[in-house]
């Protein structure tokens, strides 16, 4: 899919002429890329066909990574590098380090979590992740089953100490969440019904403030995002990825054929964006790149 000339407002973070390329197809639903660059791939999820799929670089194919995982969703790379991966199946989130899977949580003060869906991990190296029920209340993305502990939050998660704190309370149905580069605002998407917009929340150190509206989400819902390193947001939406400045002004829109769930930066030089959307994943060559790969590199 050629864009033509630059696209409108995103000549700065989108090369003039970029084409959209379609990487892979097959899915269901696929949500959940993270770029591996020791595997030189980006690996995503393919939730009710219930397998992580890897797209090689190097290969330009795409394989099934595994089976059978019990509906995995969001993932990100902690400190180590080791994949922390949301599961909706077994209501945890969890680490493969080199293809050896274990839980990281899976409760709160006792009771089993929702369905985590998307996690990213702060400079400290603490895990933060949402908590929506779409994975209890789909049969096609979980196990049906019922809340425990009477909410949807966000959770701080202290690997060293194993406590899990629940840093935000006051949303519906959190999905995407993201830092911006200096981690002072902590991002959440609400896709819920009734309010599809996000949040931007003053972050400091282990405490969090009260969320206000970042930027209302006119078509569908932002369902995965990531924060560039100039704090640039690039979200989903049903029909095109939407780019804010840290001001929460609209710089531009990419249109893409199917309705997106997620994405990330990823590639050698770290400025390819890899979309998952419905059935399909896609590539996009950028200008920018992912705000939290400053301390990853
Ligand atoms: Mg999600």
């Known amino acids: 899919m050629h864009f033509g000339t ?93 293809g050896e899977v274990t839980a990281l949580v899976d409760r709160f003060e006792g009771r089993r979590l929702n369905s985590p869906n998307d996690v990213v991990v702060s400079k400290d190296g603490s895990v933060w992740f949402t908590d929506p029920t779409y994975g209890i209340i789909n049969a096609n993305e979980g196990h049906l089953g019922s809340q425990e502990y009477g909410g949807c939050f966000v959770f701080r998660f202290d690997r060293s100490s194993g406590e899990l704190t629940a840093v935000i309370t006051d949303m519906e149905q959190p999905n995407g969440l993201a830092f911006n580069p200096d981690e002072s605002t902590l991002y959440v998407s609400d896709s819920s019904a009734a309010h599809h917009n996000i949040r931007a929340y003053p972050v400091s150190g282990t ?37 804010f400045d840290p001001d929460g002004t609209r710089l531009g829109r990419i249109p893409i054929p199917e309705a997106i769930s997620n994405l990330c930066f990823g590639g050698a030089d770290g400025r390819d964006l890899f979309i998952t959307a419905t059935t399909s994943l896609y590539h996009l060559p950028t200008l920018a790149r992912d705000a939290s790969t400053l301390w990853r590199s």
């Open 6 to 98: 630059s696209l409108a407002g995103l000549e700065s973070l989108v090369p003039s002429g970029a084409e959209l390329t379609r990487l892979w197809t097959g899915g269901t639903w696929t949500e959940g890329p993270v770029w591996i660059a020791e595997r030189s791939a980006v690996r995503w999820s393919d939730i009710p066909g219930d397998r992580i799929l890897e797209y090689s670089v190097a290969s330009g194919e795409s394989s099934v990574y595994a089976e059978g995982v019990e509906f995995t969703n969001g993932r990100i790379l902690d400190l180590d590098r080791a994949v922390i991966q949301c599961s909706h199946g077994l209501r945890r989130v969890e680490l493969d380090a080199g």
């Open 207 to 243: 405490e969090i403030g009260p969320g206000r509206v970042f930027a209302e989400i006119e078509s569908g819902a932002s369902d995965g995002f990531r924060v560039d390193t100039e704090g640039n947001l690039w979200t989903s939406s049903a029909d095109a990825i939407l780019v």
